[in-house]
């Protein structure tokens, strides 16, 4: 079975807490994604949106 390291993206698109609702829309179409994670300044991630 594979590691989940193996199987995790290594360049993560992020939206910020400045964002709007349409670039996260946008982003997530862009990148066919159904979620994206909110990082505030690049240290951690404070959200999700789905």
Do not use: H, Q, S
Not at 18 to 38: F, Q, S
């Amino acid at each position: 079975m594979p590691k989940v390291k193996e199987m995790m993206t290594t360049e993560v698109e992020c939206c910020t807490p400045l964002d709007n609702m349409y670039e996260a829309a946008v982003k997530m179409r862009d990148y066919n994604v159904g979620a994206i994670p909110m990082n505030e300044g690049y240290v951690f991630c404070v959200a999700f949106i789905f």
